[in-house]
């Protein structure tokens, strides 16, 4: 009955879409999710779909669930996760679910879900697998889908939440790379609402991303937009991924500006207007992003990686800004606490023009270090965790005989060495790879570092 039970993630659910998901199971979950949301009493939520070639697909085996519970569905069609959530805030919906394999490969797919204006996440997802299980499902009357359209809505929310009054005076040159996704011809409608017209590079949807792969934190996917930056002489460059919940920046001289860069930069302007904010990074951002937080009066707050993960810890700390390393942004200033790349993107802006100062140069005052991209390590679903598990039992032995390590295990293993150099090994949630990543005072620590700790991995999934 469940073709593949590892799709069932912390926070979504996802894999290949041929492989792992069937009509007649993506039916029953539809059912599993509409018999949750029935069971809180759930009427009126969102459905989404982005341009994979599969969607269309699992789009109508998943409807075809749902209205097995007696849901009203508004259907927004084809477009980016951001939007759905949108929708679900806009029309104060009971819920919602994207159907998107988000920067995974094209022949992987998936559904992000909502209960209520919450990312269903943990054991509310595992519940729907035991409900496929013992077909627990609840049939109600009364369903139907009312197609809709959430864009305009939002493009007229950003053009009275965007301030963009020093445009004239401050015109900038940048360019936008979709990468094939979902999430182009809404970041175009919405930057022509404010008065801009980068150069838009890939922003027709293609669910085959036949020019480069839809993930913006991989330097390899930011060729066209570096050479086009560079080329053209333009002041920034910004990416999204495959359904536009993660942003990729790079600046005037085409360097990658990571997602926890990025985070300062935002977290400065956040922080200027509300003093004492609190801003939370996740586990793989550097320790600058942190210290600057809290010089510049924020309250800085480490926590585990994950779009849903992060939502939740924002509410319980009230956090007006959150980021990860892959690009994640989620504004609770001025804006709803999901994650949106176009949003973000514009909140950049939105600084670059007031500022007039380029974003090279608005982080030129941060401390030198050197630090690798995320690396991942491919690593089957089913030992991920106890490899991660491991690595951390071998360093937790070292910090218990006092030789200055100290093991920070918020999610994973992020290991800080007695210089303050520190290493990170932690099992992806939504793909079968472990994340690793480092930093140190300069490059040759940095080495010596990886160096070590890629070593103690490789023989601990041996």
């Not at 009357?141 to 493009?155: E, K, L």
């Not at 445009?167 to 919405?190: N, Q």
């Not at 089957?380 to 910090?399: N, Q």
Request: glycine share 10%; hydrophobic share 40%; aromatic share 8%.
């Amino acid at each position: 009955m469940i073709p593949n039970p590892h799709v069932f993630r912390e926070y979504d659910i996802r894999g290949v879409a041929d492989r792992d998901f069937p009509d007649d199971f993506v039916e029953l979950l539809g059912r599993a999710l509409g018999t949750l949301w029935a069971r809180r009493d759930a009427r009126r939520v969102g459905l989404g779909r982005d341009c994979r070639l599969s969607s269309p697909r699992l789009h109508a085996a998943f409807t075809r669930g749902l209205l097995r519970a007696g849901l009203e569905i508004l259907d927004i069609g084809m477009g980016p996760t951001p939007l759905l959530y949108f929708t679900v805030f806009h029309y104060d919906l009971d819920g919602g679910v994207q159907i998107t394999g988000s920067h995974n490969p094209p022949e992987d797919n998936g559904f992000k879900m909502m209960a209520g204006k919450a990312t269903l996440s943990g054991q509310d997802i595992a519940d729907l697998r035991t409900m496929i299980e013992r077909a627990d499902f609840v049939d109600r009357p009364g369903g139907r889908v009312i197609p809709t359209d959430p864009s305009p809505a939002y493009v007229g929310f950003v053009r009275g939440n965007i301030r963009l009054a020093d445009l004239a005076r401050r015109p900038l040159r940048f360019a936008v790379d979709a990468g094939s996704g979902a999430g182009g011809p809404l970041a175009v409608a919405a930057m022509r609402a404010l008065g801009l017209e980068p150069t838009f590079l890939l922003c027709d949807p293609d669910g085959r991303f036949p020019v480069h792969h839809p993930d913006p934190s991989l330097p390899e996917n930011l060729e066209l937009l570096v050479s086009t930056v560079r080329e053209q002489g333009l002041d920034f460059g910004i990416a999204y991924d495959g359904d536009a919940d993660r942003i990729g920046v790079v600046d005037k001289h085409g360097q990658l500006v990571f997602g926890d860069k990025l985070l300062v930069l935002l977290a400065r302007d956040v922080i200027a207007s509300r003093p004492g904010a609190a801003v939370l990074g996740e586990v793989k951002c550097s320790q600058m992003l942190y210290d600057d937080i809290a010089a510049k009066g924020g309250r800085p707050i480490l926590w585990k990686t994950g779009h849903s993960l992060i939502k939740k810890k924002m509410k319980e700390e009230h956090a007006l800004l959150a980021g990860e390393m892959s690009g994640h942004v989620f504004f609770a200033d001025r804006f709803f606490g999901f994650d949106d790349a176009i949003y973000a993107s514009l909140r950049l802006i939105e600084i670059l023009v007031r500022t007039g100062q380029r974003v090279d140069e608005l982080l030129a005052d941060l401390p030198v270090t050197s630090s690798t991209p995320e690396i991942r390590v491919d690593c089957p679903d089913a030992i991920k965790f106890d490899v991660v598990a491991k690595v951390l039992a071998h360093y937790r032995g070292i910090e218990a005989r006092g030789e200055g390590h100290r093991v920070i295990d918020v999610d994973g293993a992020r290991v800080v060495f007695p210089d303050g150099a520190w290493g990170l090994v932690r099992a992806s949630n939504t793909q079968p790879v472990l994340v690793l990543r480092f930093e140190a005072r300069d490059a040759t620590r940095l080495e010596e570092i990886k160096a070590e700790v890629e070593s103690r991995v490789a023989e601990l999934r041996a």
